[in-house]
């Protein structure tokens, strides 16, 4: 049962917030646009909503053999969601270490969590038997998430099913201090569980991930577009076969960003089959993405190009953020009594 909400909050009267995280990483391809960019491009443009899309940069640390890649891929992070579209108005678009109150929060709530809880974490078992170093920053991972929830009273958090644990940690992490402190000082957040499928790579085989290299870059140059688009694994199905659309990896790939009109076109052809192969499906996918991104890739790497430009895009984002999470922290040092000089 959730516990009382705090009395003060920070939220916009008539809006909920929202709070989702992108990690840095490099060739973010159409799975990320499936499961991630789009979903938090289109929340952004809800008036009832009130989007935080953070760049979980420190998140990127918790692998030691790649420390030096968050720094490097943050501008491409950035440049991708401007380029799509996320709405900056009445939204934050924010860089997770610009917001330092995160941190100290993070410390209050690991004063009041067990750590046999951070041992049962599915995601540090999982990290470490795929071969991540046992880090305490990777142990803590779970602090650092909540911590980035509560700093800023979000209210709802839009999590995939491995994420879910994540989300039962932070109201857990909540109770534990409210109770710690006699009264209600954080919000308990509400995750938002996304039934969003895995999207089949190129492979034809496993989801799409840079690891497999079986993915669809999204601003890749045309030529390797158009490369990657025609190494997709079909199977043997002759011109005029009829095809299975929802065993066709050309097809799945295609419904994951392509317009109605688009999938509903290569859908009827595939199961006609006459006159339509898997090369035509191939090339209407490669069409469709260059109309989708690569009337925007331009665009993306003028962004990628001027990070002047975009830290000022970005200032007033991060002026409200770091106002809200001033906020949350004082509230949080009152409780306990801190900061009294």
């Not at 709070?19 to 060739?27: E, M, Q, R, V």
């Amino acid at each position: 049962m959730n516990q009382p909400q705090p009395a003060h909050t920070t939220h916009t009267a008539g809006r909920t917030r929202v709070l989702t995280g992108a990690k840095p990483t490099a060739d973010l391809h159409v799975g990320n646009y499936f499961g991630a960019i789009r979903p938090a491009v289109e929340a952004s443009h809800d008036t009832n909503k009130e989007v935080i899309l953070m760049c979980v940069d420190w998140h990127g640390l918790t692998d030691k053999a790649k420390m030096l890649e968050p720094g490097k891929q943050t501008s491409g992070l950035l440049a991708t969601y401007l380029t799509m579209g996320f709405s900056l108005e009445k939204n934050m678009c924010i860089v997770q270490s610009e917001i330092p109150q995160i941190l100290e929060i993070a410390w209050y709530l690991s004063c009041v969590s067990a750590v046999g809880l951070l041992e049962r974490a599915h995601a540090f078992k999982d990290a470490v038997a795929n071969g991540k170093e046992p880090t305490a920053g990777l142990f803590n991972y779970p602090i650092l998430m909540a911590a980035d929830i509560v700093t800023f009273d979000a209210q709802v958090v839009p999590v995939g099913k491995d994420q879910a644990q994540h989300l039962e940690y932070a109201s857990d992490m909540v109770r534990y201090f409210n109770n710690a402190v006699g009264h209600p000082v954080l919000f308990e957040p509400k995750p938002q569980i996304q039934e969003t499928p895995l999207l089949i790579g190129t492979d034809g085989e496993r989801k799409m991930s840079k690891s497999y290299g079986n993915h669809l870059p999204l601003f890749a140059p045309k030529k390797e577009i158009e490369k990657r688009c025609k190494e997709i694994k079909t199977d043997s199905k002759g011109l005029d076969d009829p095809k299975d659309p929802e065993s066709c990896a050309v097809f799945q790939i295609l419904k994951s960003f392509g317009s109605e009109d688009s999938v509903v076109y290569m859908e009827e052809r595939l199961r006609k089959g006459t006159g339509y192969g898997y090369g035509h499906a191939k090339k209407d996918l490669f069409d469709e993405h260059e109309r989708v991104f690569g009337s925007k890739r331009e665009q993306y790497e003028h962004y990628l190009n001027s990070p002047r430009e975009v830290a000022q895009l970005l200032t007033p984002c991060h002026e409200r953020a770091r106002h809200v999470a001033a906020t949350v922290r004082q509230r949080v040092r009152d409780a306990l009594g801190l900061g009294i000089l």
